[in-house]
């Protein structure tokens, strides 16, 4: 009967052990999983608000300045002896152009004449007829001339088809001052008044 009960205790030591080992090896060893990083979402970026194209500011286009006008034409004859007078005496060879005729006659007295352009006939008076420091005078325009020219009318010295409307006698031409000199003033189809010729003497009129 001992010995049954020991053989009873010993299985029953035996089962336990048994379900112990069970119990052990039937749970599942989990490791849990660290947790998952969330990413945050990432913001957007700014949308860039559409900016309107600048307009580049019109520049201030260039205002054309008014071309240089000529000096108006002398009203009376009067204006225009006194507008060519003051240029001869200023040597303003650029103004005594616009008085003269094209061509341009110079003559000299007793002997022949030229035809110039009144560009060639400005050099001649800056170089010759009117140099630096000449003073020009002038004798009264209502002086008859005609006992100067050999009893020749002014008037018609230059022939039927000009009209002479004024002749001047001055002084104080030439490299020396000497010489004398007429200009012959013509007035044109037009109305308007020219310089049409210097009739010059380098040792002066004489009458007689």
């Not at 002997?111 to 800056?126: D, H, I, M, R």
């Amino acid at each position: 009967m001992l010995r049954k009960a020991r053989y009873a205790l010993v299985l029953l030591g035996l089962l336990a052990v048994l379900l112990a080992a069970c119990q052990t090896t039937g749970e599942t060893d989990v490791t849990p999983l660290p947790p998952t990083a969330t990413t945050e979402p990432t913001p957007e970026a700014p949308t860039a608000e559409p900016t309107s194209a600048a307009t580049p500011a019109a520049e201030p286009t260039a205002t054309a300045e008014p071309a240089a006008t000529t000096e108006a034409p002398a009203a009376s004859l009067d204006e225009f002896i006194n507008q060519l007078q003051l240029a001869i005496a200023a040597r303003d060879f650029t103004a005594m152009q616009t008085f003269m005729t094209d061509p341009f006659a110079v003559g000299y007295w007793l002997s022949e004449g030229v035809s110039l352009t009144p560009a060639e006939a400005a050099a001649q008076f800056e170089s010759n007829f009117l140099p630096e420091g000449a003073q020009i005078t002038w004798a009264d325009p209502a002086m008859d001339l005609a006992p100067l020219l050999q009893g020749q009318p002014p008037a018609t010295f230059l022939g039927p088809d000009k009209q002479v409307v004024a002749t001047l006698l001055s002084y104080g031409w030439g490299p020396d001052g000497a010489g004398e000199a007429i200009q012959f003033i013509t007035q044109q189809p037009d109305g308007t008044y020219r310089w049409e010729l210097m009739l010059y003497s380098g040792f002066g009129f004489s009458v007689g």
